[in-house]
């Protein structure tokens, strides 16, 4: 080898590399191995530049500085080839491989590599006597171990890691109380970036010693837990039933694997149940966390489902549970300004009153769906919905004293639209047992609230196919009615 470096042909061959690996580098679309080749690119022009100044240097030139000039060009020509090989080789093995090679690998390659090439030369070009210079800096070697002991621990730890390959650059690890994603690792320790934006810096030697675990292991979905505690009074179906549904609500929670809901354990005042959900990327675990808690909070709310903490439970709560959520007035005024009811008495809409149950939406939770079976009438007190038909499309939204959902409580038709709480809103919902109570009390009710109905859905219709109106409400009242007489078992004289 040294010999080819002392000849010209060396000089011939380190510019045509260097023209070469410009043409390479001009051409890849690969960052790092542009980058290596910049590398490899100044190694040579660095050659070519002191093997010109050897030829211009006089001959009374001192002795010691033309042979530093020959060990600059011979250095930085071998150092320029084994950096545009490994270039080139590593180049090969991100072809056949996705992974991304590991900084910290490709420059300990290099080095090894740097250090077999460079000893030849000084021996040769210097007169070193390496055996005798290792031998009388043994205990300079010993100090200076013991000094850089932790540092060469994290050295080789971090070779570990990149052999086995627990982890790469842009997975998502938790290693003991740090979660994050991997941004880089480099010789001495593993950088991360956790979810608050926080740059956390761990020794590789640690790593190496404590227990990681990859949330990105083959882009994998990821498999979250969480436990939820409910009073031992209601049955576990009626739990499962509620969380599963509101578990197909939420976007990030995939259907497949499906989301599970599993009866965990029995403590001395409630029953622990075990959630497990997919996350298709785990960047997205916490929101959706969140998200879930959010929802089964009113869910739960709603279906009476009690969220019970020990130091609470004392029985001593029925005035608390008996508080309604508005004053009597407040539901009277509102259901007066409703046109259904505007045929009821003060006793009968009193009677109403008290068979309304409020229930509490959430921002963005779905009230109805369409296409389903209704049974329950709506009335909205506080907040604002969002009425959507086919794909999702807004129709139209609905306010404190608007309701929703009396055709297909009445007549037994699908529900024609979806409705979506755009806020935290609170709406008082009617069963069909309240409906025929009224109209046991009230025989003609029947007859005036299918007339009402069918005047307002033939005006709708007019208005959106021809607009304007002209249309008898007159056959539709009648088909109204008989399906009132089908569903609440009404004789034909009411």
């Known amino acids: 080898m040294v010999p080819f470096l002392q000849s010209n042909l060396s000089l011939?061959?380190?510019?045509?590399?260097?023209v070469l690996l410009l043409g390479l580098h001009a051409a890849s679309g690969d960052k790092d191995f542009r980058r290596d080749l910049r590398g490899a690119i100044r190694f040579l022009i660095a050659f070519v530049i002191f093997r010109v100044a050897a030829w211009a240097l006089p001959q009374e030139a001192p002795s010691s500085l033309a042979k530093l000039v020959h060990v600059g060009w011979m250095l930085t020509f071998a150092f320029g080839v084994i950096r545009a090989c490994v270039s080139v080789a590593l180049k090969v093995i991100r072809l056949r491989s996705p992974v991304a090679t590991p900084k910290i690998l490709r420059d300990v390659v290099n080095f090894v590599l740097y250090g077999l090439a460079a000893l030849p030369i000084l021996q040769a070009q210097l007169n070193l006597d390496l055996g005798g210079l290792l031998a009388t800096s043994a205990v300079l070697s010993v100090v200076i171990g013991l000094a850089l002991q932790e540092t060469l621990g994290n050295l080789f730890a971090g070779l570990s890691l990149q052999l086995e390959r627990p982890y790469q650059v842009g997975d998502f690890i938790r290693i003991g109380e740090y979660t994050g994603r991997v941004m880089q690792i480099g010789w001495r320790a593993t950088r991360i970036m956790t979810f608050r934006r926080e740059s956390i810096t761990l020794p590789n030697s640690?790593?190496?010693?404590?227990?990681?675990?990859?949330?990105?292991?083959?882009?994998?979905?990821?498999a979250i837990d969480i436990y939820l505690r409910i009073s031992l009074e209601t049955p576990p179906n009626q739990v499962k039933v509620a969380v599963l549904d509101v578990m197909k609500e939420v976007a990030t929670i995939l259907q497949d694997p499906a989301p599970q809901c599993r009866t965990w354990a029995f403590e001395d005042s409630a029953i622990r149940y075990q959630?497990?959900?997919?996350?298709?990327?785990?960047?997205?675990?916490?929101?959706?966390?969140?998200?879930?808690?959010?929802?089964?909070?009113?869910?739960?709310r709603r279906e009476g489902l009690e969220l019970p903490f020990p130091q609470r439970v004392v029985h001593m709560r029925n005035d608390a549970a008996a508080r309604p959520e508005f004053s009597s007035e407040t539901v009277l005024e509102l259901l007066r300004a409703v046109d259904l009811f505007s045929l009821l008495t003060s006793e009968e809409l009193d009677q109403l009153r008290r068979d309304l149950a409020a229930r509490r939406f959430g921002k963005n939770e779905r009230v109805i769906e369409e296409g389903e079976e209704g049974h329950t009438f709506y009335l909205v007190v506080s907040g604002e919905v969002s009425v959507r038909t086919g794909k999702g499309q807004e129709v139209t939204r609905l306010k404190r004293g608007s309701y929703f959902g009396e055709m297909s409580l009445l007549t037994g038709e699908p529900r024609a639209a979806t409705v979506v709480a755009v806020e935290d809103s609170v709406l008082l919902e009617l069963g069909r047992p309240a409906f025929a109570r009224l109209f046991v009390s009230q025989p003609r009710l029947a007859r005036q609230l299918s007339a009402l109905l069918a005047q307002r859905r033939t005006q709708l219709r007019a208005v959106a196919e021809a607009g304007g109106g002209g249309v008898d409400p007159a056959p539709e009242a009648g088909r109204i009615l008989g399906r009132l007489r089908q569903i609440f078992g009404l004789s034909a004289q009411d």
């Not at 011939?12 to 260097?18: E, R």
């Not at 640690?206 to 990821?222: G, I, L, T």
């Not at 497990?276 to 089964?296: C, G, I, K, P, S």
């Open 12 to 18: 011939v061959v380190g510019a045509v590399l260097v």
């Open 206 to 222: 640690k790593v190496a010693k404590d227990v990681v675990q990859n949330f990105s292991f083959a882009y994998e979905p990821v």
């Open 275 to 300: 959630l497990r959900y997919w996350v298709a990327d785990f960047a997205q675990a916490d929101n959706t966390m969140e998200e879930l808690y959010t929802r089964l909070w009113y869910r739960l």
